[in-house]
């Protein structure tokens, strides 16, 4: 058996362009991994080995390898920085025990690292910080590790400090000993030497220290209380494990700080991993649910003796078969296992698995708790599902993923590549739980829905180079809902007599807003008999099947109550038919008269741009009928956050790279769904009657 304290399951996460994947590649280099490290910008990283992200030089996949450091086994998942990629790292993050936080030097705290960091707390991930690129223009670690306390509300534990700054930056010092590690201009890892710290940063370091001492010592009481009498500071050793115990538990996050391109400072964030973060058995078990989803009350342990619970939290398709991405909780799986998908009541076969070094791969025989594998060829498992063992089954908490927001139409050129779009599309979906495929009844349209304009471009190039698909594609359409603003009480009663038995129904309801999120609810208050018991739930069926076609312009309806009240029914005539058509009829009768309104997808978009282009931007985004939420001074630039519709941010790239020639970045997510103004609607109105017309 493998032991597993010696096993690091961790995820490297950050904002776009912070250099996770160059980190990623220097650690691989340094754990002799890999012979010759290639550089992003080149397209030649190990971990961005799909087509798309070597031309954009960003990673779509969250890629997997195994590499060894001090005798230790690092599963290490380097995840994709992009917002229309976040559900890359929830789901990461979702398996893995531990992560490090990648932040650009002088770029500080940005948006998307905000969502990782907030993903990560959700997941209870205990991480280590390391700041990057400190050797570029702007770049101030003390500054990140200001925002890093303000913005993100966490408690950064600073461990080493920087060595010059910018163009000056040649190393850091170690707080815990006292020593300055100084590298050499050859850019090799290896080239360094060890020396005293330098005089001029003695006072800075003895500052720095006494709160790293205090801060870590705070985990222990008997060390505090001897600390405190005596007023001498624990051995290294002891205070290794004051850090290693406020890491595990979140207290604080150990800081780092170093330049991944020129190779200073990764070897500390290495030692850093095996040192403070958990090991498998150390983190908290995953909850188990049952079939229905209640908890039970019991947990995976991470056990190899225990039995068999695995989460499967990516699918990926490559040359070999469809490759499974599971991470084994508790239990061994050997070859040849037969285990129980829990989510599908259907049990699967174990064929070949093996270990990833991003896509080239190794075999194996056999795994255990801790493990994170890819098993080959599994036909029905999908992100999110457990396998377990079949004699003592049970659920691992599932992933929960946020609808798409925006959708395009797809049309296959011909009859061969239509059927080439559905297997392609069948088998993306599977990969990517935040991608969806719906066809049209009426027009027979492909729809693909998605994140964001990326998301869904990253998609379409997919089809066409992956899977050779031909399309038209569509211009990319808002997903727009709508609810009701007022209540209403009313009654509705289905007669129709023909030869033989009748049909009969009489419903008396309110109809009512909710409350926003909560969905379609439905509340029986008859009394008496006077709508038999066999008969609500098809009056319940017949609201929520029509729920999808809103009484406004047809968009889903959101957030809205029905309760029955009382009705009548014929002892021959009334059938489960009958209360089905007559709550369908009702839908249509009444909905209109709730004071319908139309909602869009409001997004949270995060611009930076140059102050001299600040009244340009905010001008635009006022006219985008944006409304300007903040705006921060940044090292170089200004940091506006907004709320804008997302009907409004179509192409908004172009117009902000043309207002700040080049220099203007942004990103965005969604955040809610707001009313549409009333001339809005009207345009919205024609969109629809025009689209309706093409179609016909």
Not at 468 to 479: D, I, L, R, S
Not at 571 to 579: P, W
């Amino acid at each position: 058996m493998a032991d597993l304290t010696k096993y690091r399951n961790i995820g490297i996460f950050a904002h776009v362009d912070a250099g996770k994947t160059t980190t990623t590649e220097r650690i691989l280099k340094l754990t002799g991994k890999i012979h010759k490290i290639g550089e992003v910008h080149d397209g030649a990283a190990t971990t961005d080995f799909m087509e798309q992200e070597q031309e954009r030089g960003i990673t779509i996949q969250s890629a997997a390898t195994t590499c060894f450091w001090k005798d230790h086994r690092l599963n290490i998942i380097d995840t994709p920085g992009h917002v229309d990629f976040t559900i890359e790292v929830y789901r990461s993050l979702k398996v893995l025990d531990g992560g490090v936080g990648v932040f650009c030097g002088s770029g500080g705290v940005e948006p998307q690292s905000e969502t990782n960091w907030r993903y990560a707390n959700e997941s209870k991930v205990a991480r280590i910080i390391y700041v990057n690129k400190l050797d570029r223009l702007g770049a101030d670690f003390y500054r990140v590790v200001e925002q890093i306390k303000n913005i993100l509300a966490a408690k950064p534990l600073v461990m080493v400090l920087p060595i010059g700054t910018e163009a000056d930056f040649v190393g850091v010092v170690d707080l815990l000993t006292r020593k300055a590690y100084i590298w050499d201009d050859t850019g090799l890892p290896e080239n360094f030497v060890v020396e005293d710290v330098p005089e001029d940063m003695k006072e800075q370091v003895e500052k720095y220290r006494s709160e790293l001492v205090e801060t870590a010592i705070e985990q222990d009481d008997d060390v505090l209380e001897q600390y405190l009498e005596t007023g001498e500071e624990p051995d290294l050793e002891t205070l290794k494990k004051c850090i290693r115990k406020g890491t595990i538990d979140l207290a604080f996050f150990p800081t780092y700080c170093g330049s991944s391109f020129k190779n200073k400072g990764v070897q500390q964030v290495l030692d850093a991993v095996v040192d403070y973060l958990p090991n498998p058995t150390e983190v908290r078990p995953q909850p188990e649910i049952d079939l229905e989803g209640n908890p039970t009350g019991g947990h995976a342990v991470v056990d190899p003796e225990g039995p068999v619970r695995a989460l499967a939290f990516k699918i990926m398709d490559d040359r070999f078969g469809t490759l499974t991405f599971i991470r084994v909780y508790s239990g061994t799986i050997n070859k040849g296992d037969t285990l129980l998908n829990t989510y599908t009541g259907k049990t699967e076969r174990i064929g070949r698995m093996v270990e990833m070094h991003a896509n080239d791969r190794s075999m194996v025989d056999t795994c255990q708790a801790g493990d994170i594998i890819a098993v080959v060829g599994m036909k029905n498992v999908g992100t999110g599902h457990t396998l377990a063992d079949q004699k003592n089954p049970a659920t691992l908490e599932p992933m929960v993923f946020p609808d798409p927001v925006i959708s395009v139409a797809v049309v296959p050129r011909d009859k061969a590549n239509s059927e080439k779009l559905s297997n392609a599309l069948g088998k993306m979906m599977a990969e990517d739980p935040s991608f969806h495929v719906e066809v049209d009844d009426e027009s027979g349209e492909t729809i693909i829905k998605g994140m964001g304009e990326l998301h869904l471009d990253i998609k379409v190039d997919i089809l066409r180079r992956t899977y050779g698909v031909e399309a038209e594609v569509g211009a990319p359409q808002v997903a727009y809902r709508e609810t009701i603003t007022k209540p209403v009480s009313d009654s509705y009663t289905h007669k129709k007599q023909t030869g033989g038995s009748g049909q009969f129904a009489k419903i008396d309801y309110d109809v009512e807003p909710g409350e926003p999120g909560e969905g379609f609810t439905f509340e029986s208050k008859v009394v008496g008999g006077r709508v038999p018991k066999e008969y609500i739930p098809s009056v319940e069926k017949g609201f929520r099947v029509m729920k999808d076609k809103g009484p406004l312009l047809g968009f889903p309806l959101l957030d809205f109550k029905v309760t029955l009240k009382d009705g009548g029914f014929h002892a021959v005539d009334s059938s489960q038919m009958a209360f089905e058509i007559a709550a369908k009829a009702a839908y249509r009768q009444t909905l209109p008269k709730c004071g319908p309104q139309l909602l869009e997808p409001v997004m949270k978009v995060d611009v930076f741009v140059p102050e001299e282009n600040v009244g340009d931007v905010i001008g635009d985004l006022n006219r985008r009928r944006g409304m300007i939420k903040s705006q921060e001074q940044g090292a170089t630039n200004i940091h506006i956050k907004a709320d804008v519709p997302l009907s409004e941010m179509f192409g908004y790239i172009g117009d902000l790279r043309s207002t700040t020639s080049g220099r203007g970045q942004f990103s965005m997510e969604f955040s809610h769904y707001a009313p549409v103004p009333n001339n809005i609607v009207e345009k919205v109105r024609e969109e629809v009657k025009a689209r309706e017309e093409a179609k016909n």
